[in-house]
Protein backbone atom coordinates (compact mmCIF):
# COMPACT_ATOMS: atom_id res chain seq x y z
CA UNK A 1 0.00 0.00 0.00
CA UNK A 2 1.13 3.26 -0.93
CA UNK A 3 0.08 6.76 0.78
CA UNK A 4 0.32 10.02 -0.32
CA UNK A 5 -0.60 12.75 1.88
CA UNK A 6 -1.83 16.04 1.07
CA UNK A 7 -3.45 19.32 1.57
CA UNK A 8 -1.00 21.51 3.91
CA UNK A 9 -0.18 24.78 3.72
CA UNK A 10 0.02 28.08 5.66
CA UNK A 11 -3.24 29.36 7.58
CA UNK A 12 -3.57 31.71 10.18
CA UNK A 13 -4.26 31.11 13.58
CA UNK A 14 -8.49 30.18 13.77
CA UNK A 15 -8.22 29.38 10.26
CA UNK A 16 -8.55 25.37 8.66
CA UNK A 17 -7.49 23.01 6.02
CA UNK A 18 -9.13 19.60 5.22
CA UNK A 19 -6.08 17.06 4.58
CA UNK A 20 -6.14 14.11 1.94
CA UNK A 21 -4.25 10.50 2.50
CA UNK A 22 -4.68 8.25 -0.78
CA UNK A 23 -4.07 5.10 -0.82
CA UNK A 24 -2.88 3.10 -3.76
CA UNK A 25 -1.99 -0.43 -5.01
CA UNK A 26 -4.02 -1.61 -2.19
CA UNK A 27 -7.01 -1.13 -0.32
CA UNK A 28 -7.70 0.59 3.67
CA UNK A 29 -11.11 0.10 3.94
CA UNK A 30 -10.38 -1.99 6.65
CA UNK A 31 -7.29 -0.89 7.89
CA UNK A 32 -7.24 1.53 11.14
CA UNK A 33 -5.68 4.33 9.57
CA UNK A 34 -4.02 7.31 11.50
CA UNK A 35 -3.14 10.82 11.22
CA UNK A 36 -0.07 11.52 13.26
CA UNK A 37 1.80 14.85 13.38
CA UNK A 38 5.89 15.83 13.91
CA UNK A 39 6.63 19.69 15.04
CA UNK A 40 10.31 20.61 15.02
CA UNK A 41 12.52 18.90 17.61
CA UNK A 42 9.65 16.92 19.04
CA UNK A 43 8.70 12.99 18.98
CA UNK A 44 5.83 11.97 16.24
CA UNK A 45 2.33 11.81 18.00
CA UNK A 46 -1.10 10.77 16.54
CA UNK A 47 -3.48 12.85 16.66
CA UNK A 48 -6.55 11.30 15.08
CA UNK A 49 -7.19 7.49 14.62
CA UNK A 50 -10.40 6.00 12.58
CA UNK A 51 -10.89 2.31 13.38
CA UNK A 52 -13.94 -0.05 12.68
CA UNK A 53 -13.96 -1.45 16.01
CA UNK A 54 -14.27 2.01 17.91
CA UNK A 55 -14.70 4.78 15.32
CA UNK A 56 -12.56 7.14 16.03
CA UNK A 57 -9.91 8.74 18.34
CA UNK A 58 -8.50 11.65 19.07
CA UNK A 59 -5.42 13.33 20.80
CA UNK A 60 -7.02 15.76 23.98
CA UNK A 61 -5.43 18.51 22.03
CA UNK A 62 -7.33 18.32 19.10
CA UNK A 63 -10.58 16.76 20.10
CA UNK A 64 -13.37 19.38 19.03
CA UNK A 65 -11.44 21.08 16.40
CA UNK A 66 -10.47 17.96 13.75
CA UNK A 67 -12.46 15.59 12.45
CA UNK A 68 -11.14 11.95 10.86
CA UNK A 69 -13.48 10.44 7.98
CA UNK A 70 -12.87 8.29 5.37
CA UNK A 71 -14.27 7.17 1.94
CA UNK A 72 -13.60 3.60 1.11
CA UNK A 73 -15.40 3.99 -2.18
CA UNK A 74 -11.80 6.34 -2.71
CA UNK A 75 -9.69 4.77 -1.00
CA UNK A 76 -9.03 7.87 0.65
CA UNK A 77 -9.10 9.30 4.33
CA UNK A 78 -9.44 13.30 5.34
CA UNK A 79 -8.11 15.29 8.83
CA UNK A 80 -10.93 18.33 9.11
CA UNK A 81 -8.74 20.65 10.79
CA UNK A 82 -10.43 23.55 12.61
CA UNK A 83 -9.92 26.28 14.39
CA UNK A 84 -6.27 25.61 14.04
CA UNK A 85 -4.24 26.90 16.52
CA UNK A 86 0.01 27.94 16.34
CA UNK A 87 0.95 24.59 18.10
CA UNK A 88 -0.37 22.81 15.42
CA UNK A 89 2.17 23.84 13.35
CA UNK A 90 3.77 20.34 12.42
CA UNK A 91 4.50 17.93 9.31
CA UNK A 92 1.19 15.30 9.32
CA UNK A 93 1.70 12.07 8.25
CA UNK A 94 -0.93 9.30 7.49
CA UNK A 95 -0.46 5.85 8.23
CA UNK A 96 -1.80 2.54 7.68
CA UNK A 97 -1.60 -0.37 10.15
CA UNK A 98 -2.13 -3.02 7.29
CA UNK A 99 -3.22 -5.54 9.74
CA UNK A 100 -5.14 -5.85 13.25
CA UNK A 101 -3.64 -3.95 16.05
CA UNK A 102 -4.62 -4.00 19.66
CA UNK A 103 -6.51 -0.90 21.00
CA UNK A 104 -4.09 -0.13 23.12
CA UNK A 105 -1.25 0.12 20.34
CA UNK A 106 -3.63 2.59 18.30
CA UNK A 107 -1.26 5.63 19.31
CA UNK A 108 2.61 3.57 18.82
CA UNK A 109 4.38 4.73 15.75
CA UNK A 110 5.07 1.27 15.38
CA UNK A 111 2.53 -0.41 14.81
CA UNK A 112 1.48 1.33 11.48
CA UNK A 113 3.38 -0.49 8.49
CA UNK A 114 2.48 1.92 5.58
CA UNK A 115 3.28 5.72 6.18
CA UNK A 116 2.67 8.83 3.46
CA UNK A 117 5.19 10.87 2.92
CA UNK A 118 3.84 13.74 4.92
CA UNK A 119 2.41 17.38 4.87
CA UNK A 120 3.41 20.86 6.27
CA UNK A 121 0.99 22.58 8.10
CA UNK A 122 2.06 25.87 9.34
CA UNK A 123 0.09 28.04 11.09
CA UNK A 124 1.07 31.77 12.25
CA UNK A 125 -0.33 33.80 15.23
Known amino acids: VQLQASGGGLVQAGGFLRLSCAAS????????VSWFRQAPGKEREVVAVSREEIGTYYDESVKGRFIISRDNAKNTVFLQMNNLKPEDTAIYYC????????????????????WGQGTLVTVSS
Open 25 to 32: RGTISTST
Open 95 to 114: AAAGSPIYYWDIASVRSYKY
